[in-house]
């Protein structure tokens, strides 16, 4: 029998159609039932859209969740919330109800053909970087052994990316309610 290791991963949510809020809202629900606890969570950021430029500005969330899944069953969930909540994958870095990017799975880095842990181009992107600084600046990525506090210091994106005055509509724990 396999004992499984409880294990701290970053994810960032993202959308830029319909109700964004409402939607991510719903992911986290989700996230909170079929992947682990909630522990930490950023401002909402409004950003500007990356890759292709020509639509609606995202609304983006961080979050660090503990998870007793390995980082395969991490996907399958994360893609199984966004099936659910209605996305359709027509482009790359085109407009989406929802966007579940897996940015680190504890300090292990995983390479394989349908997924990369360290996400591979988070460094590069501000809308990454703001929210996760936000959460945990100290946390040192794992293949460039930098801080994410060292790596948004050093980031060529000059994209701005704009906290959002959101109030969340679930606790994150039960002490959170009182």
């Known amino acids: ?22 939607i991510l809202e719903k992911a986290m629900l989700a996230i909170k039932l079929q992947i682990g606890k909630i522990i930490l969570r950023s401002k909402f950021y409004e950003t500007a859209p990356w890759g292709v430029v020509n639509q609606p500005n995202y609304l983006n969330i961080a979050i660090a969740v503990e998870t007793y899944l390995q980082a395969v069953d991490l996907l399958k969930q994360t893609q199984n919330i966004e099936e659910m909540l209605g996305r359709v994958r027509k482009e790359k870095w085109g407009a989406r109800l929802i966007d579940i990017d897996i940015i680190f799975y ?9 997924l990369i842990i360290p996400h591979p181009l988070m460094q590069e992107r501000n809308f990454v970087l703001v929210p996760l600084q936000e959460i945990a600046p ?5 293949v460039f052994k930098k801080s994410i506090q060292t790596l948004y210091n050093t980031c060529e994106d000059i994209a701005e990316v704009k906290a959002q005055k959101v ?8 002490e959170d309610e009182l």
């Open 138 to 142: 100290d946390f040192v990525h794992p």
């Open 1 to 22: 029998m396999e004992i499984l290791n409880l294990q701290t991963t970053y994810l960032l949510l993202g959308s830029n159609l319909g109700n964004s809020e409402e």
């Open 167 to 174: 109030i969340y509509h679930f606790p994150l724990s039960r």
């Open 106 to 114: 504890g300090n292990e880095i995983v390479e394989k053909p349908d």
